[in-house]
């Protein structure tokens, strides 16, 4: 009878209501969540993203955002209410695979197990089958995929009524396979949509550089562009928050504070908004008044239509107006309610003041503005060199797997071994450079025992390094293969890059090759994106999340400024394939041997987790053991 009365859910009729009513009522936040825990209360600000994301009408909203809106969990809510509640089926894209699998593992799945109205409709909300995986959730009446924009195959065989795409502006500029060119991603992720009754696309991100820019684009091609007018608790003039230094000086109205006060803790405290009026007005209102501000604001556009919630649609004149079927949102985080109040945003300023790195940051997170580059794509080598960090031991407290990456060279091996935390939090832990000729058993010997080195934890314990990953470019490859099978197939692990842009980070075979070992293609570029995505982010800034934070030791044997230009060493550069200009990570000649290795310890890493069920989060939680550890007991799991 159960199976039966689930067949006919979809059949049984809904009483509409609209996204806001429905996350209201329904949607639950998991412990461990970036707002309190348990239900959801939609604030001021998101109600008319919340129902733009839902509405019918619009077929096309682009969303140019700054962080500490909620954006995530609105864009969660709203995939699970048109699943459940229009039964609309959905295929959301994150910029790679492994940023989609960690996206449903940290985001998706947590919710679901808090919410009975999907478990309702999703059978296997708590088993892992072929209708559970963390590329598809098949429930009653839609079904949701979610793929990386990388990989050509994720925007094929795939038609949906919605289209999600988080981080669009980390995207690729172009989807390539074989080495040729298959287009502007935006363009082929709209095409899932073709045929839907009710076609809707939504696209979000935080900015990124000037000119390269998809969120920019799009919203070039959108009907109205919406931003979010708040009146004056003094003079009720409606006003657009801004930041109020531009060009290094103060402007007469915005975000202002006291500059004369002698340090950043005491500049932050002044904080105080001052009225764009400032002929009729002039007075300035605060961080308190805001909630009040944004119960009274309206989303207005360039030719004045406006709304309040996002499903009426006002002309200048107060008529009623239909919503325009693309339509474009900018928001900042001035707006946000999660902070600590404005002084927050001032102290982060002004600590980035200076920084290019830090500025260009805060210029996209917080202000949620494309930044200005007026030099190149590279990140800056002195800029992570200022940022080395003293640890209290060789492998931080919060690195809990150890993985490294070997760079083979004909006269000499570099060794960089990294430590892993939650989130793709890394840290620098060893380097090692062996010189002798790659074949030479004296050499090798010396390599035996780098691989096998241990290091000291903040508690006392040593671990090793739980899992190798060894270029074979450029040397007999057979070398490799018989170190593999002396420390173990699943311990060292041949690699080669891939010549082809858009591979997965680490495609780990399920069979030996014939000469015995697992020989493992890497795709570098798709690495190479996530991880200077990644390092643009300052460790040192309490503000930024802890996602892929680099640190680096405050060591010059491990990390001097020869490593760090390493690491800095590539850029995205203009190429012509096949007749289209495309970007592809070229180190134009520069020393590069640094990242290899880190590109090559992110696919050790992503072969431990996706192969053999590594959890950096319960690792973390795990209380340290005593004695020497490897992590884990790899040719038990491999056997396995």
């Not at 809990?400 to 000499?412: E, M, P």
Request: aromatic share 8%; charged share 25%.
């Amino acid at each position: 009878m159960k199976a039966v009365s689930q067949a006919l859910n979809p059949l049984k009729a809904t009483i509409p209501i609209t996204a806001v009513e429905w996350s209201d009522k329904y949607f639950r936040l998991p412990e461990g969540s970036s707002q309190i825990a348990g239900a959801w209360v939609t604030q001021p600000l998101q109600v008319a993203l919340l129902n733009m994301m839902t509405n019918d009408s619009i077929r096309l909203l682009a969303i140019k955002k700054s962080a500490r809106l909620g954006y995530t969990k609105m864009m969660v809510a709203a995939l699970l209410y048109l699943a459940e509640h229009k039964k609309r089926s959905a295929v959301v894209y994150q910029p790679v695979d492994d940023e989609s699998d960690a996206f449903v593992v940290d985001e998706v799945d947590p919710v679901i197990e808090e919410m009975p109205i999907i478990q309702r409709i999703f059978p296997d909300w708590n088993v892992k089958s072929e209708n559970n995986k963390v590329s598809k959730k098949v429930m009653i009446g839609s079904t949701i995929d979610f793929r990386g924009a990388t990989a050509p195959g994720n925007y094929r065989r795939l038609t949906k009524q919605v289209l999600i795409g988080d981080e669009v502006n980390a995207w690729p500029l172009e989807v390539g396979a074989k080495g040729k060119g298959e287009g502007n991603p935006i363009k082929l992720a709209l095409k899932r949509l073709k045929g839907a009754s009710f076609p809707k696309a939504i696209f979000g991100t935080t900015p990124t550089v000037a000119g390269n820019s998809h969120i920019s684009n799009i919203l070039e091609d959108c009907d109205l562009v919406f931003r979010f007018y708040l009146p004056c608790p003094h003079c009720g003039t409606e006003q657009v928050l801004e930041f109020g230094e531009r060009d290094g000086e103060l402007k007469e109205y915005g975000l202002l504070w006291d500059d004369t006060q002698s340090t950043t803790e005491k500049k932050s405290r002044t904080a105080h908004y001052k009225c764009v009026n400032t002929s009729e007005c002039g007075q300035s209102f605060h961080y308190s008044d805001l909630t009040k501000m944004e119960l009274a604001g309206k989303w207005i556009a360039e030719d004045l239509t406006w709304t309040k919630d996002g499903l009426q649609f006002f002309t200048e004149h107060g008529y009623r107006t239909q919503p325009p079927k693309n339509v474009g949102i900018e928001i900042n985080a001035l707006y946000s309610l999660n902070l600590d109040g404005w002084g927050e945003i001032v102290a982060d300023w002004l600590k980035a003041k200076g920084k290019p790195a830090d500025e260009r940051t805060f210029i996209n997170t917080t202000l949620g503005q494309d930044y200005e580059d007026k030099s190149s794509e590279k990140l800056d080598d002195e800029i992570l060199f200022e940022r080395r960090e003293k640890y209290k031991a060789p492998v931080p407290e919060r690195a809990v797997f150890l993985t490294g990456g070997i760079d083979s060279q004909r006269n000499r091996y570099e060794l960089f071994v990294w430590g892993w935390g939650p989130n793709d939090e890394k840290w620098l832990v060893d380097k090692q450079i062996i010189m002798g000729d790659y074949d030479k058993e004296s050499t090798l010997k010396l390599v035996d025992k780098a691989i096998n080195k241990t290091y000291k934890r903040t508690n006392g314990t040593e671990i090793t390094v739980a899992r190798w990953c060894w270029d074979t470019g450029g040397i007999d490859p057979d070398i490799v293969n018989k170190r593999s099978k002396k420390h173990g197939l699943f311990r060292v692990i041949p690699i080669k890059g891939a010549n082809v842009y858009g591979k997965p980070i680490a495609n780990f075979p399920l069979k030996r090759n014939k000469n015995g070992v697992y020989h493992t293609e890497i795709g570098t570029d798709t690495a190479k994106d996530l991880l200077y995505l990644h390092m643009e982010n300052d460790p040192l800034d309490p503000a930024n999340e802890p996602d892929g934070l680099m640190h680096l030791p405050l060591n010059d044997d491990i990390c001097d400024t020869f490593t760090c230009q390493q690491l800095a060493s590539e850029r995205l550069v203009e190429k012509s394939v096949n007749g289209k200009k495309v970007l592809r990570w070229d180190n134009e000649g520069r020393r590069n041997e640094a990242l290899d290795c880190l590109v090559y310890a992110l696919a050790a890493l992503r072969i431990s987790t996706s192969r053999f069920g590594i959890n950096l989060n319960e690792l973390a939680k795990a209380p340290p053991s005593s004695g020497s550890s490897s992590n884990i007991d790899i040719e038990a799991i491999g056997a396995g």
